[in-house]
């Protein structure tokens, strides 16, 4: 089994699973979803954060903090 078949039987099993059906135009958008954002989705969870201070305060809707300001 290729990884694109591990990918549809994923995906069908496990909405599936939630009683939700799937065809073959959902599986094209996903499958094109996951090549667009997957290799940088996987990039952001394998990266090593921890050198990374938080920002204290944190407000989304303004831009982030200078290192000094933190």
């Known amino acids: 089994m ?3 078949e591990q990918f549809d039987t994923l995906v069908r099993l496990t909405l599936g699973r939630y009683g939700i059906p799937v065809d073959e135009v959902d599986l094209a958008v ?3 979803a996951e090549h667009v954002y997957g290799p940088d989705r996987d990039a952001l969870l ?9 920002e204290h305060g944190l407000d989304p809707s303004r ?6 300001a933190r």
């Not at 831009?63 to 000094?68: I, L, S």
């Open 2 to 4: 290729d990884a694109g």
């Open 63 to 68: 831009a982030p903090m200078p290192r000094a």
């Open 46 to 54: 394998t990266a090593d954060l921890s050198d990374i201070e938080p």
């Open 30 to 32: 996903m499958r094109a």
